[in-house]
């Protein structure tokens, strides 16, 4: 399990991403990375073997929305160049998640002794890329201002197929007033790497939700007079298409703790 | 080798892109597409053996500009219904390329002896989708007024390798004035499945092009007062790199005769 961490976020909170990365490689940090080298690439992490590898690159080309690749590395190398030189994927992300057969087996803070030769590393952009522009753009996220985890629901919009992975599309869904969904689309459009533009805004009936109190992770918000709950296709996605795949062994980030790139939020990387 | 056409270019321009594929496979047109299915998405394809796949679709992630993936099939199936639900890759482009070991081999117009079930198709967006979206900003494109083909230039700068696939973007060049150069780098860029913006403006020298009136494909083209070079990402990029990766058997789409999808040229498809 993950040492007791030596650092506090605040240290953290300002440093540039190469310096942070430094202390989560030494094992001084294993806490969430939201807020952290803001301006920077934040992203999900998937390790399959290489066996799975094709499958799951092609399920994200079908799948682009909830499953935006910003990266893949070399079979059995852990660098990431195109995301930052110095970048190693097996001690650089906070806290690790290991799953057995779709079930999560323990948390590390530190993969070396389960990657191999035959490992593949995938990141995928998450939504702190955008988040973080909603945020510069003047349009609250109630999620954050509560401390809270942004809630996230299964659909009935399923993912196109491959290989072993399929499955329902998960959203993220975030309370806006008529006018910032407007604007909240618009922003969100020019981060494909980081989910794009919402999926859908309204009725969360049309795509399978029928109650927004109850989210399938995350945790439930409030609505305000007039405000629409607005969904945006999630990275909980492949994760959950993976679960169910029945996989021998992956790994992913653990909730929260991404890997921090140097590359800039607002850009796909090699763009 | 193809067959006489029995139907003319003025006979399919106007029609819907079902019509025109059921024209190309029932072999009555084996021309070229450009100005064919207006609005439609076109695509350059790529067929190669399983054992290649991954190697292929990872370049293109990791060289999106000159390699915007917008569809790869099944392994050995032929259809691809992201992109048309009756395409079938084996006959619906109007002529084929066959190259063994990096070599045109011959040219058909139905690859049907050639797909087996370790075949996998790719298609990649082209620039047939944003030079319309240019002519519909009213910015002239020369090579289309002069009824030449665009010029394109090996470049100085190197793509990210994957497997055997490696070598240097190739680019497209258009002339364009000061002010048009500008606009064309705004639309351009909603077109990032159709190479995006511009990946240089001006001395050709930069990117390793030591005169732009000897292009290495296409023809040379004039320059008028004041008008600078425009340079594109082109899709002889991941060509090139497949005859230099001397891969015993790779399918292209002969130059100029592309896929044409149901989808809308200005977006990229399942987004």
Redesign the interface.
Known sequence: MAPKDTTEFDELAGLPAVDIRSAIRAGRYSGQTAGLAMGCLQGNLVILHRDN??DF??YC?????PCP?VG?S?TGNASMP?LGLDIDIRTDIPLYNIYRHGELDTQVSDISEYWSDDSVAFVLGCSFSFEEALLAEGIGLRHIDNGGTVPMYRTNIET?P?GPFSGPMVVSMRPLSSQDAVRASVVTARY?HAH?CPIHIGSPEHIGISDLGEPDWGDPTVFEDGELPVFWACGVTPQAAIRSADIELCITHAPGRMLIADTPSWR?P??
């Open positions: 590898a094709y690159i092609r080309q079908r799948n682009p929305k690749l893949v070399d195109s196109a491959s494909p794009g796909a090699n763009t």
